[in-house]
């Protein structure tokens, strides 16, 4: 805004208002009560009330200095109060022009995503130094407006005004656009054509999938260098990797043609943004008052249930690339349906009741914070593997028998975030601190969604379905 340029630098603009409200408060009120206090003396010496104010001309001195003090008392009401009016009109411009401003630099914001998006999808297919050149600056411009916009928002929360929903969008579509392009630019891995071995001639079925003996490629479970996978996604990947049947392991390892599995979701995680988003907006929206998922009512069409169903047939009966795509598209909504903040919505009424979190002075989302801030709290980069492996071994492999309903995985799923947000009632703007992100109950709330999600995984890939 123009106007920015002109005004006063907010530090001494803060500092003048609470000089001035340190002063004009307590002037007021002291003047006020002097005021009732020399009133109520002034009366009680014309009723009689005060004898030695009788002698003399003492009654007249006494009035004349009252008088005066009473004057004085009522300028100084006039004027601390006036005062304090000015404050508090000061206050209200500066609060106007703050939140002004948020909306300003969060409309800027949205439109550096909106640019950052077509440039990334124009290096997705393209791949030219020239795309990539733009890719980065546009990182880099995204960035230094997030910080930015971060920080104006941390600046209002001092002000006591709080960050909107709508500015909360506008911080995790550009955070999730970051990650997008980084994962771009950190991946560059060309898109290789897939050979399908000599014997057997045909493309193998599924269910499971069988083939000859000879052809046995190794199941990996080493992640790839470059930026890791969420561990929400990555630790049931590596589960279901350590529990594929022996006899199903060949199948699997032709489909990957040489990848490990958690190599295909990872390449297809960051080479598809645009399919994790389409995937997201068809998961579940159940409202914290109801109690189970019912398709028709708390889903966007097609569902996410409907989506892996067609995936899984996709797996048996599709080409060779149609099956490395299907199973990692697998992988990935078996994950997510598995998160606990995944297909909760706070209110029947959409994007009514929002709560709003503030975690070491940064405005969140509780979804994100159990996506990713919970888990890396709790799990370091390098030690994926390690811990799915330990999960397997303190829960047990036959432990939590696989459902054969999406639907019943999902209401699972919400009737977790049910009691994660029943403990934080009616409040809608909530403070979280460093114990939250730690605590013993949310490590095993974790623990037990991974594990449900790396079982069933597993089963799939047994069983050929659900």
């Not at 880099?140 to 929903?165: C, G, W």
């Not at 506008?170 to 290789?192: F, G």
């Not at 708390?298 to 099956?323: M, N, V, W, Y």
């Not at 009737?415 to 992100?437: C, D, M, S, W």
């Amino acid at each position: 805004m123009q106007s920015h340029a002109h005004s006063l630098p907010e530090s001494i603009m803060k500092d003048m208002l609470d000089i001035a409200s340190k002063i004009t408060d307590p002037l007021a009120v002291a003047s006020l009560c002097a005021l009732i206090f020399f009133s109520v003396i002034k009366l009680m010496i014309k009723k009689g009330l005060i004898p030695q104010a009788e002698k003399g001309h003492a009654k007249e001195i006494i009035l004349t200095i009252i008088n005066k003090l009473f004057i004085l008392s009522l300028a100084g009401m006039i004027m601390g109060f006036s005062g304090f009016l000015l404050v508090k009109l000061l206050s209200n411009m500066d609060k106007s022009q703050r939140i002004e401003r948020a909306e300003e630099e969060g409309n800027k914001l949205q439109t550096t995503v909106a640019l950052s998006t077509n440039i990334l999808q124009l290096y997705a297919n393209s791949k030219l130094p020239d795309q990539r050149t733009n890719l980065v600056k546009a990182e880099e411009k995204l960035h230094s407006q997030v910080d930015h916009y971060r920080k104006i928002l941390k600046d209002n929360t001092y002000y006591n005004i709080a960050p909107s929903p709508q500015s909360i969008h506008y911080l995790n579509a550009a955070e999730e656009t970051i990650t997008s392009v980084r994962w771009a630019l950190s991946a560059d891995i060309p898109t290789q054509p897939v050979q399908v071995p000599d014997a057997p001639a045909a493309a193998p079925s599924y269910s499971p999938v069988a083939l000859p003996a000879r052809i046995e490629p190794p199941m990996q479970t080493e992640r790839p260098a470059d930026k890791p996978l969420p561990h929400t996604i990555a630790i049931p990947v590596l589960i279901a990797t350590n529990l594929v049947a022996p006899n199903n392991a060949a199948g699997i390892g032709w489909i990957l043609n040489g990848d490990s599995f958690i190599q295909l979701v990872h390449r297809r995680y960051m080479e598809a943004p645009r399919m994790r988003y389409a995937f997201d907006a068809n998961l579940p929206n159940i409202p914290v008052t109801f109690e189970q998922f019912e398709e028709n009512r708390d889903c966007p069409q097609p569902c996410i249930t409907t989506i892996l169903r067609e995936k899984i047939l996709q797996l048996q009966s599709g080409s060779l690339g149609a099956k490395r795509e299907a199973l990692a598209d697998i992988a990935f909504i078996v994950a997510r349906i598995h998160e606990p903040l995944c297909c909760t919505a706070l209110s029947e009424k959409q994007n009514s009741n929002r709560k709003i979190f503030i975690l070491e002075h940064r405005p969140t989302t509780l979804g994100t914070i159990w996506h990713s801030t919970i888990p890396a709290s709790i799990i370091s980069d390098s030690d994926d593997a390690e811990y799915a492996h330990g999960l397997v071994e303190n829960y047990g492999r036959d432990g939590f028998e696989p459902n054969s309903q999406a639907a019943s995985w999902i209401t699972g799923s919400h009737r977790q975030a049910v009691e994660i947000y029943r403990k934080f009632g009616n409040r809608n703007y909530v403070h979280l601190t460093n114990e939250y992100l730690v605590a013993a109950e949310h490590r095993e709330i974790m623990n037990r969604q991974l594990l449900f999600a790396g079982k069933r995984l597993a089963y799939i890939l047994n069983y050929g379905r659900m």
